[in-house]
């Protein structure tokens, strides 16, 4: 896992640097919140190590209970929840799966992924500040919900951002980044690191091609120019294009 590259590429998060209560990660271990120039970089620092351990900590745990963990990330509306219906609704009758999935509000997204034969654990970061991420605590709090010897894989949907949970190593071993062919050809060069630190993106929405001006080429060239080995999956959540490709990789991935 390129765990360093989360230290040397990832950006200091904004609310880092503002707000007590997004410590939370730190667990205490950092005291000061509210200080100014090079000594708030060394707190948010502390805060990210602190992360990274906690993610180490849950990574040997998966793999001592041979769960495989994935973390798909996106900005919003971009297809996470629709992607991971369809994909449930193929793997689950060979694959013992078990999904977490947070937004800052609401339970739609849990509603939405019940009944695909995977339990679904919802996180509403709301109850501690709204934070606009998933972290490495918060994932082991979640996944105390389940008995992870009963599964093979953990799905996790992160908060709808392309920014802030591309800093967070939750102890993940793979991650994915969707990208909708309604959000432009431009966004893997504005927010290079989510696509330098995931593993596969997945251009969705492909069905909605023939009503739009988008230029497949570009979008396609854009992610290469920021991760020119990553896979590309080019799908349609709602017709399953693409999907046959999309879930013989990620099998690939579980069992390789
Ligand atoms: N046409 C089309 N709509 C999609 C596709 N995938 C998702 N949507 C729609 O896009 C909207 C946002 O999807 P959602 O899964 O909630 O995105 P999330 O916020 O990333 O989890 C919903 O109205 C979906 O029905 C797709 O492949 N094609
Ligand atoms: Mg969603």
Known sequence: MPTDMYKTQRYYHHKDFQ????????NGVVTESKKRGSREIKIARKV????DAMAQQNRDMF???GVFVINVMSSPGSGKTAIL???LSHITHEVRSAVIVGDICTSNDADRLSGFGAPVVQINTDAF????????HVIKTAAGNFNLDEFDLLIVENLGNLVCPAEFDMGENLRVVVLSVTEGEDKPLKYPLMFR?????????????PHLDYDRETAV???RKVNPQMPIFEISARTEEGFDSWIEWLMQKLHG
């Not at 707000?19 to 730190?26: E, I, L, N, Y």
């Not at 500040?129 to 490495?136: I, M, N, Q, V």
């Not at 630190?197 to 091609?209: E, F, P, T």
Request: aromatic share 2%; net charge negative; proline share 2%.
């Open 197 to 209: 630190v995931c593993h596969a993106a997945l251009l969705n929405k492909i069905d909605l091609l």
């Open 19 to 26: 707000k007590p209560s997004h410590f939370h990660a730190g």
């Open 221 to 223: 060239q854009n992610i």
């Open 85 to 87: 219906e369809k994909t």
């Open 48 to 51: 990210l190590d602190v992360n």
């Open 129 to 136: 500040g709204g934070d606009c991420h998933l972290t490495a």
């Open 63 to 65: 793999a001592e209970k």
